[in-house]
């Protein structure tokens, strides 16, 4: 089962200080909170993903990790404090913690114990509620110092709070986590396995995981520098930031000026570069506002979950007449606002099984992806690890000029340089 972004920690070495800083920025951050095992964090929620931003506290007693079996979270933080500040760990939520602990086993990339807690947190009237998580920790050999692992909430209705949710820069979800790698195509396997997803793009800038919530970018040093303006070096592999929408890009620009934070626009980017934010790079993009006010819909969870009220369910390939798709990675669910759009504002092609032809559909947007018209891959265009187990969908361009041609669709442009849609075996 795919699995989504769940929250990112961000590893700092003053607490407060971290704070006041995503308060300049507009972010809500919560009030300071304490682990069991010394370190202490403060929270910068969306619906559905959360900011940790953590630190180890005063006179913190850490635990050592007992290999091979035991990983220690606080070990890991104060260990990675020890060599910088910045994007440490990346966690995907989990339905089973135990069941997903089982499954990184079986696929030889952590066979840690299952780690349970709860602690006190505090409501916005300051009084005080039991949350308890479960961890399943995975370990990345080609990424050493970088944390994976997905977290199980066992009661989530005391965790997520609306209150927290609203920030005065109008953030409203955070829509891509960037690694970077010298060989992206490397990370191939591992994340396949983390995620849970079977689809992954390559392109000459490196690989991209749609997960049901938000995108993993694993990109290479000249890419990064291109899309963000930033240079990092490749090796080793690690996170160095994320992208999180906002409605209005100048307001943005206007509160960062005023603050004389430093800043650069990139393409239709705002950046923060990471030495001015406690080592993460910090992206903004904009995103129209939805029908209910907020830009776009982050909360695209498989079934089993807490919604907030006003979000359906569609099928892939069970839309109006449209027929299901051949591809099996189209099965999968998206989670919308009622009448609106995913990411992709732009109208999308579905290819049927019964005329292998596109059919428009006008309304809600249900592919995380683009559709492409088919055609035979070039060969030799895919660098990708032979060991990670990945084949290029083949693309056959159609006999006659069909919906896409005569509707002035720029096919060869849309497929120009080494893209290909992925799949396992």
Not at 73 to 79: M, P
Not at 185 to 213: D, K, M, N, W, Y
Not at 305 to 313: K, L, M, N
Request: aromatic fraction near 10%; include cysteine; proline fraction near 8%.
């Amino acid at each position: 089962m795919p699995r989504g972004l769940d929250h990112l920690v961000l590893a700092v070495r003053d607490l407060d200080a971290a704070g006041r800083f995503y308060e300049t920025l507009g972010f809500t951050v919560g009030a300071r909170n304490r682990h069991p095992w010394g370190t202490e964090n403060r929270l910068v929620q969306f619906p559905g993903i959360f900011l940790e931003l953590i630190a180890v506290g005063e006179g913190a007693v850490i635990a050592p990790h007992e290999p091979p079996h035991r990983f220690s979270f606080g070990a890991f933080v104060r260990d990675y404090l020890s060599r910088r500040e910045g994007f440490a760990m990346l966690v995907l939520e989990s339905d089973d913690a135990e069941a997903d602990r089982a499954a990184f086993a079986r696929a030889g990339i952590g066979d840690f114990e299952t780690f349970f807690f709860e602690r006190q947190a505090k409501r916005p009237d300051g009084s005080a509620v039991r949350v308890a998580f479960s961890l399943a920790f995975a370990n990345n050999r080609l990424a050493p110092e970088v944390g994976f692992f997905v977290c199980q909430q066992h009661v989530p209705e005391n965790f997520w709070n609306p209150a927290f949710q609203q920030h005065a820069n109008g953030a409203c979800r955070v829509t891509a986590v960037t690694m970077v790698a010298e060989n992206p195509s490397a990370q191939a396997e591992f994340l396949h396995h983390f995620t849970g997803e079977q689809e992954l793009v390559s392109t000459s800038a490196g690989i991209t995981i749609r997960t049901p919530r938000g995108r993993l970018e694993v990109m290479t040093g000249p890419a990064l520098a291109f899309h963000t303006g930033v240079s990092l070096p490749e090796e080793p592999a690690r996170l160095v930031g994320f992208t999180v929408a906002v409605p209005s890009l100048a307001a943005l620009a206007a509160r960062v000026r005023a603050a004389e934070l430093p800043h650069y626009l990139v393409g239709t980017c705002l950046v923060v570069p990471p030495e001015a934010a406690f080592g993460t790079l910090i992206v903004f993009s904009e995103e129209s506002a939805g029908p209910h006010g907020a830009c776009g819909s982050n909360d695209i969870r498989p079934s089993g979950r807490r919604f907030p009220s006003g979000i359906r369910h569609k099928d892939y390939g069970k839309v109006g007449n449209l027929k299901k798709t051949r591809e099996p990675s189209f099965s999968r669910q998206v989670y919308l606002y009622p009448g609106e759009r995913d990411e992709h504002a732009h109208p999308i092609w579905f290819h049927t099984a019964r005329t292998g032809g596109a059919r428009r559909h006008g309304g809600s947007a249900v592919l995380p992806v683009r559709v492409f018209p088919r055609r035979r891959p070039e060969s030799g265009r895919q660098s990708l690890s032979s060991r990670a187990g990945f084949r290029p969908v083949a693309h056959r361009q159609p006999r006659r000029r069909g919906p896409l041609a005569r509707a002035g669709v720029p096919v060869r442009a849309a497929l120009r340089g080494p893209a290909a849609r992925l799949h396992l075996r």
